[in-house]
């Protein structure tokens, strides 16, 4: 239903450990299903929403954030959260219906919720014999 296959993301992951242990620009995220609606929150504190650009390309999610230093001027004693501008991928499945994607943004947490495609969901299938229909046609006559 949701594929995580982001090799940048992977990739800056593994150069951060093997470097100067630099921090990592990530987004983590959560992806969860309810029923036919699938849930991916991510985390995004600081980001002003109208930063955030979600576009989707054939069934490819592409998340894109900024967030900007605060400290402008001042003298910096700690800086160790990350600033600059963030992106990520999602691989959607098929079974999404990628024309209903909604989102939302509070406290920090950018909310998506992605319906099933209703060719997808499932559907009860009438099993029907060859003695009934002979016993309905022999009582109609």
């Not at 991510?42 to 592409?62: A, Q, Y």
């Not at 910096?76 to 990350?82: A, G, L, Q």
């Not at 501008?85 to 691989?91: A, I, K």
């Not at 098929?94 to 950018?110: F, R």
């Amino acid at each position: 239903m949701l594929m995580r296959f982001d090799p940048f993301h992977d990739l800056e992951e593994i150069t951060a450990r093997l470097g100067d242990g630099a921090r990592v620009r990530s987004m983590p995220l959560d992806a969860y299903r309810t029923g036919d609606i699938f849930h991916v929150d991510v985390d995004l504190p600081g980001v002003k929403p109208e930063s955030i650009e979600l576009t989707v390309e054939k069934n490819v999610l592409s998340l894109k954030a900024e967030r900007h230093w605060k400290g402008d001027g001042a003298e910096t004693v700690v800086c160790e959260r990350p600033t600059g501008t963030f992106s990520r991928q999602l691989f959607l499945g098929e079974s999404l219906d990628t024309e209903k994607i909604s989102a939302s943004y509070e406290d920090g947490v950018l909310r998506l919720t992605i319906p099933v495609a209703e060719a997808a969901k499932a559907r009860h299938i009438e099993v029907t014999s060859s003695e009934k229909k002979g016993a309905i046609a022999a009582s109609a006559a």
